[in-house]
């Protein structure tokens, strides 16, 4: 599965809007980009998916560049529950994968009041 | 809809005693995960069952490490005996299994997690 890069950090204010960049210029047509979050002394939740189009879910949004070689989580109204580590995995979506997530270490997003 | 189960939520134990933990994924859940997370890493993959079947196992230790899943339902991870540096977070997940068309179906439901502190 292809390697992905992101920011270790980030701040945002609560009720604004948290964009988080992930880059995985090495992505392969069939690999899909994931997103999941790990809020503190939890397991990690899924967040979203996407293949190559832009996709939209009651948690976030997902822009993928159109060479698909970086993409953005966006939160549309950072709240200080999603003060987490989030992080972007790209993962071959068929084949004989099963399923199977390479976690990096992910990016700690901090919401300030 | 119940989540994934996992027990003890804390073990603490002594250098070379050994440790079980106990995962009971979402019913009707086929593929079934096991993960370690070490503090302030993000969690690595020990083993993958689909139904009661090994899927992936490159990353488990076989020689302290083991895990089953008879009938396909709960399943358990054992270390025999524990070294200092598996003191870390045991995470087990579950999914519906694999869709080899869409990467729909492969979302994956983790559990609260085992704290095991070696000593």
């Known amino acids: 599965d292809a390697k992905t890069t992101q920011p270790p950090s980030m701040d945002c204010a609560e009720g604004r809007a948290a964009n988080l960049p992930c880059n995985h210029s090495?992505?392969?047509?069939?690999?899909?980009v994931y997103w999941y979050r790990q809020i503190h002394s939890q397991g990690p939740q899924y967040i979203i998916h996407g293949l190559k189009n832009n996709e939209t879910n009651e948690m976030a949004s997902l822009i993928i560049t159109e060479d698909r070689k970086s993409s953005t989580l966006i939160l549309p109204h950072a709240t200080l529950r999603d003060t987490a580590v989030y992080y972007c995995?790209?993962?071959?979506?068929?084949?004989?994968?099963?399923?199977?997530?390479?976690f990096g270490q992910g990016t700690i997003l901090t919401v300030h009041p | 809809e119940a989540g994934v189960a996992q027990s003890p939520r804390y073990k603490i134990i002594e250098k070379r005693q050994s440790v079980a933990f106990w995962c009971n994924p979402i019913?009707?859940?086929?593929?079934l995960y096991w993960y370690q997370q070490i503090l302030g890493q993000g969690p690595k993959l020990l083993i993958q069952?689909?139904?009661?079947?090994?899927?992936?196992d490159s990353q488990l230790p076989k020689d302290r490490f083991s895990a089953e899943r008879l009938k396909g339902v709960d399943s358990t991870l054992k270390i025999q005996p524990a070294k200092l540096e598996d003191s870390a977070v045991y995470l087990c997940?579950?999914?519906?299994?694999?869709?080899?068309?869409?990467?729909?179906?492969?979302?994956?439901?983790f559990g609260p997690g085992t704290r095991l502190t070696v000593l």
């Open positions: 090495t992505i392969s047509g069939n690999e899909y």
């Open positions: 995995i790209v993962r071959v979506g068929g084949g004989t994968s099963y399923g199977k997530l390479t």
């Open positions: 019913s009707g859940h086929a593929t």
């Open positions: 997940a579950s999914s519906l299994g694999h869709d080899r068309t869409s990467g729909t179906g492969h979302e994956q439901f």
């Open positions: 069952f689909q139904n009661n079947g090994v899927v992936d």
